[in-house]
């Protein structure tokens, strides 16, 4: 029964305390809707979810991936600066690739396109089907085979490990 009003009991937690501290006020009322808030965004968000939700296998890889894109973030932003304020935009070699991808957990493509698309200089176009690869926009494209090799060895393999199951990857029980 608590499962079913209370699916995420630390996001309503969470929400309640955020609506309290936004209202920056403890009085009754705005406990009783911070409650109300709390249980109700899990519950009318749960349809959100069509596939469930994801499990992660390797919350410890997942926080060095995010930590390791956020230094990616900061780098390329620097990058893309430098480019946009001091390039000759002549020279600026913006490109289109194709980047094969064997990752097909639906919650690992998503936080991949996130990762991304966080990134300065870098938007993931689409997926093409016919041989699951990604179509990457580079602002300033220098090397084609180093963005592959980057996005396969230092994003999709972690979240291959992070969200596939070993049936999934084709590895052996």
């Excluded at 705005?30 to 349809?47: F, K």
Aim: with cysteine.
């Amino acid at each position: 029964m608590m499962t079913r009003w209370l699916p995420f009991p630390l996001v309503s937690l969470g929400l309640c305390i955020l609506w309290l501290l936004l209202n920056q006020s403890i009085e009754p009322a705005h406990v009783l809707l911070g409650a109300l808030v709390g249980i109700a965004a899990p519950l009318l968000g749960r349809r959100l979810q069509p596939l469930g939700y994801p499990r992660l296998r390797a919350p410890l890889q997942l926080a060095r991936l995010l930590a390791m894109a956020s230094v990616e973030v900061v780098r390329s932003c620097f990058n893309v600066s430098r480019i946009i304020l001091f390039a000759d935009y002549a020279k600026v070699n913006s490109q289109f690739i194709r980047v094969p991808l064997t990752i097909r957990d639906p919650y690992g493509l998503a936080v991949l396109s996130c990762l991304i698309n966080m990134t300065p200089g870098t938007v993931w176009v689409e997926i093409l089907p016919e041989g699951h690869e990604l179509v990457l926009h580079v602002f300033d494209l220098q090397d084609a085979q180093w963005w592959i090799d980057t996005i396969q060895t230092r994003y999709e393999r972690p979240l291959i490990n992070i969200f596939e199951t070993e049936a999934a990857r084709g590895d052996p029980a």
